[in-house]
């Protein structure tokens, strides 16, 4: 079993840039697609981006295409999600996840698909 910790959220003004950073325990992330989901209030929980376990391959939200950048370093077992532009809809919780069943390409766009979820972290556009 994998745990994963989400980190680097915080209150930001519009236009502004934020890194969040999925730190891994238990077992190494190498092998593990990974994804971010986000969650306003009152809203449910929508896809951000996603890597393949290989870093090969990622694919972004069209709502954060252009402004928003996942990557992994499986060194250091970390996953990273770099905001630039930062809109006040962009408000949210965000959620880091960790799937399993996928191969080294695979990229996984639907919450169903990850077996590991982190607390979350939450981010704050201001206008």
């Known amino acids: 079993q994998v745990q994963v910790v989400e980190s680097g959220g915080g209150l930001v003004q519009a236009g502004g840039s934020l890194r969040l950073s999925c730190a891994a325990s238990?077992?190494?992330?190498?092998?593990?697609?990974m994804g971010w989901f986000r969650q306003a209030p009152g809203e449910e929980r929508e896809f951000v981006a996603a890597?393949?376990?290989?870093?090969?391959?990622?694919y972004v939200a069209d709502s954060v295409k252009g402004r928003f950048t996942i990557s992994r370093d499986n060194a250091k077992n970390t996953v990273y999600l770099q905001m630039n532009s930062l809109k006040p809809e962009d408000t949210a919780v965000y959620y880091c996840?960790?799937?399993?069943?996928?191969?080294?390409?695979?990229?996984?766009?639907?919450?169903?698909?990850?077996?590991?979820w982190g607390q979350g972290t939450q981010v704050t556009v201001s206008s």
């Open positions: 238990g077992r190494t992330l190498s092998s593990y697609a």
């Open positions: 890597i393949s376990w290989s870093g090969g391959r990622t």
């Open positions: 996840a960790a799937g399993r069943r996928a191969t080294s390409r695979e990229i996984l766009r639907y919450s169903y698909e990850y077996d590991y």
